[in-house]
Structure formats: structure tokens, C-alpha cells
């Protein structure tokens, strides 16, 4: 392969079957089986993001770079060679879209006016890549949380010029991620939230979150951009407490602004442990209230309470996840982008290919887990049997608003109603799942 020879000695990576013990094989990712009817790649739409595998170099709060990238200079002729080196990755891997950042792909420049041409510049080379590349945009974003400008927050910073400062940045990473053809838009409060109450208004603060998203909305509609604009929760780090702490939170917070029909959220798998909540409880509340959007994929420590973004591994986790995706539809402008790096002293160019192999095997193996719980219909069937009372007869009277109190007392003493229990069978469900796994 000719190039810039990052992954020299690295060939394509190509569908060989479980049976394979090729390292640079997808043992069960092969983008064309029909699962359910849908091409796997279809339903799985995986991303390659950009700030994991091509801006962070190894440090941890010990210690600095163990990477050593060639483009590390962080000038622009870096960045040529950085959207070089990617894309021969996203060539390699053959998976359909990646994300990034503005300043993960150009370095920020002396005013916001030559950061957003830098960002720009590498955006127009991303362009003409992509005519002859099959890989396309899940997402663009804006880092808001980098700079030390935004260490009291973006939106949400007590100075009003930090928040204009935010809304341009965030306009041009909107206008590029509209000429690159993303299929959403990503707004992750990075350090919107606080370190302590004692310095904070947070009546102001989430008043200043409501309108910038409805700013960005405003934007949206008035550019004709037709992609999804998402926000990722997240309950801590870098800050305390964030104020999209979880979907639930996040869901609250759209109603509060009228907003509910126009963003949805993108769920991270390390983010919901966080929050304390399974991946597949945000997947689930996200699809009740209407705004399950996106996937980062990853997989958190659960012993080390941060953010450890690394690539997912577990199916048997991850299935349960998916048949909730399945069961809400799938994902439409969304995808499982993975927001996942390799560990520090994993420095070398094939780690990032093992990495993203892993994962999506891993995921692959959800989906066919999933799709099996679903061709079976045992646990659907079952919670459908389980809710059926509601309904018909009076369950959906009640449900519908047609029975006050005093009415539905007065059938319970008239029938002489005494409900007895059922057994919830969770064990029983339990083994239907491992059937597939
Ligand atoms: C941080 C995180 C971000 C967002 C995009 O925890 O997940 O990388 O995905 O800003
Ligand atoms: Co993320």
C-alpha cells in the first residue's frame, strides 16, 4: 500500500470466519450477511473517530507521550499528513463513517477566524478524499472544553463572551460538518456543569445551555442541514457534576426548552457506568421517550470511577444493548462510533487496527445475539403478556384518563377485585437470553 507508510506491513482487514486465527481478520463482522433482513454494516453503521487514534499520544496524569506520531508537531502540514494517515486507517479497516472534532483535525490558530480556516483547509482535503474513499461523516463536533477559555464552561460560562465565543466555533463546525455530508451533529458539554456551588448560579447556567441549543437549532434549520442534532450525556469529568448528566436528565432538560422532537441523544457505553446506569437502561429510556440517536461505543473499568474509553470486548454486555436497539427499530441517522483508544503502552500503528477489530467482532456477535433473542419472541412475548391487562377493559379506561378515583373505588368494592400475584420469571428470561450468546 503506498502512502504515507504509517501501517506499513498492514493489509486490508477482511471478513475470514470464526474458524480464522488471522489477527487482521474480522472473525464475525462481514458487512454483508443479512441479519433481520439488514446488511450487517447497516444496521451496525461503525465510525472511526478521529481525537482517539490521531490527537491522543499515550499520556496519563504520570506521564507524557508514549506514542511518538510523526505528525505531532501540531502545525497544519501535520494535519495534512494526520487526514493522510487516517484515512488509509478507515481504508484498512473498511468500516463506513468516522467522527471528529474541529481541533482534533487542524491546529487552532491566533483568532477564531484563522482556527476556523485551519479546520476548514483540512476539511476541504477530507472532501476530496471522500470522492474516492466509500467513508462518509456519522458526526462532526466542536472541542469546547480544551482551551483554558472554556475552564468555566462553554455555554454555561458566567462570561457572555465565552458563550459567543462557543456559538462561533460551534457555527463553523456545523457549517463543515453540513458541507461534509454528516449524518449528525454532536454537542457534548465537556465542561458545562461545575466544580463547586459556591462560585455558581445554576438557574443562569442552564437558562445559557437552553438558549445556545436553541441557537443551534435556530442554525440547523436556517443552513437546511438535515442531520440529527445530538447530545452525548455524561454525569462527570471533566467537571463535578455536568449538567447532561444522563438520558433522563438530558430528556427533562429538551422539554424544559420545547426541544424534544428537534435533539436526540447519543448514548456512550462508559458514560451510562458512570451515571451508575446499564448501557442498555439509557438504550431503553432513550427509545421510550423518542430520542435514542447514536451509539460511542467503548467499554468502561468498572472499578476505576473515570472515563476509560476502551474498545468494547464483551458480547454477552453488549447483546442486551442491541436488542433494545432492535426492538426500538435501530439506529437511523445514528451509528456505534467508537469513542475508544488504546492503552498507553499500546504505541504501535497495528494496536489501533487490533483495537477496532476487537470491537467490532464484539459487536458483530451482539447484533447475531440479538437478532436470534428477537426471531425467538420469547422475551417479547412474554413482557407483552406481562402488560396485556392494560390494554383492554378497564386497564385501558384508566390508562386513557376515563376513570376518576371515586369510579375506579367503586369497582374494586363492587367486583370484589383481590389481584394475585404473577411471577416476574426472571431467571427463566435469563436463560432464554444465554440461548443466544
Ligand atoms: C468525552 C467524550 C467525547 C465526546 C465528543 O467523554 O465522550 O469524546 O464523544 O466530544
Ligand atoms: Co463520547
Not at 477566524?113 to 466542536?142: C, H, P, Q, Y
Not at 428537534?262 to 437502561?281: C, D, M, P, R, T
Not at 503502552?345 to 487496527?353: A, G, K
Request: charged fraction near 25%.
Amino acid at each position: 500500500m503506498a502512502g504515507t507508510g504509517f501501517f506499513d506491513g498492514v493489509e486490508s482487514v477482511r471478513f475470514e470466519g470464526p474458524q480464522s486465527t488471522n489477527p487482521l481478520a474480522y472473525r464475525y463482522y462481514d458487512r454483508d450477511r443479512l441479519v433481520l433482513g439488514k446488511r450487517m454494516e447497516d444496521h451496525l453503521r461503525a465510525a472511526i473517530c478521529y481525537w482517539h487514534n490521531f490527537v491522543y499520544e499515550g499520556g496519563d496524569p504520570f506521564g507524557g507521550p508514549t506514542f511518538l506520531r510523526p505528525w505531532s508537531a501540531g502545525d497544519l502540514a501535520a494535519a495534512r499528513l494526520k487526514a493522510d494517515v487516517a484515512f488509509e486507517m478507515f481504508e484498512i479497516l473498511g468500516l463506513p463513517f468516522f467522527t471528529f472534532h474541529d481541533r482534533d483535525i487542524a491546529p487552532e490558530g491566533a483568532s477564531l477566524g484563522e482556527s476556523n480556516r485551519n479546520v476548514r483547509e483540512i476539511a476541504d482535503i477530507f472532501a476530496r478524499k471522500m470522492e474516492t474513499s466509500r467513508v462518509r461523516l456519522l458526526w462532526g463536533t466542536a472541542n469546547l472544553f480544551s482551551n483554558r477559555r472554556f475552564m468555566g464552561g462553554a455555554a454555561t460560562n458566567p462570561d457572555p463572551d465565552v458563550f459567543a465565543y462557543a456559538a462561533a466555533q460551534v457555527k463553523n463546525a456545523m457549517d463543515v460538518t453540513h458541507h461534509l455530508g454528516g449524518a449528525n451533529y454532536v454537542l457534548w458539554g465537556g465542561r458545562e456543569g461545575y466544580e463547586t456551588l459556591l462560585n455558581t448560579d445554576m438557574k443562569r447556567e442552564l437558562a445559557q445551555l437552553g438558549r445556545f441549543l436553541k441557537l443551534v437549532v435556530d442554525y440547523k434549520h436556517k443552513i437546511g442541514y438535515k442531520g440529527t442534532i445530538l447530545i452525548e450525556p455524561k454525569p462527570q469529568e471533566p467537571t463535578k457534576h455536568q449538567y447532561d448528566f444522563d438520558v433522563a436528565t438530558v430528556f427533562g432538560f429538551l422539554k424544559a426548552n420545547g426541544l424534544e422532537n428537534e435533539v436526540k441523544v447519543n448514548i456512550e457505553v462508559g458514560h451510562s457506568v458512570l451515571a451508575h446506569h446499564s448501557f442498555e437502561h439509557e438504550i431503553s429510556l432513550a427509545a421510550a421517550h423518542g430520542i435514542l440517536g447514536s451509539v460511542d461505543a467503548n467499554r468502561n473499568d468498572y472499578q476505576s470511577g473515570w472515563d476509560t474509553d476502551q474498545f468494547p470486548n464483551n458480547a454477552p454486555e453488549l447483546a442486551l444493548a442491541l436488542h433494545a436497539i432492535l426492538k426500538a427499530g435501530g439506529l437511523v441517522t445514528g451509528g456505534f462510533n467508537f469513542d475508544a483508544k488504546v492503552r498507553r503502552q499500546s504505541f504501535e500503528p497495528v494496536d489501533l487496527i487490533y483495537g477496532h477489530i476487537g470491537g467490532m467482532d464484539t459487536l458483530a456477535r451482539a447484533l447475531i445475539a440479538a437478532a436470534g433473542m428477537i426471531k425467538d419472541g420469547a422475551l417479547d412475548r412474554f413482557v407483552s403478556e406481562r402488560y396485556a391487562g392494560w390494554d383492554r377493559d378497564e386497564g385501558a379506561e384508566m390508562l386513557a384518563g376515563n376513570r376518576d378515583f371515586a369510579q375506579i373505588a367503586a369497582r374494586v368494592e363492587r367486583e370484589g377485585l383481590n389481584p394475585q400475584p404473577r411471577s416476574g420469571r426472571q431467571e427463566y428470561l435469563e436463560n432464554v437470553v444465554n440461548r443466544y450468546l
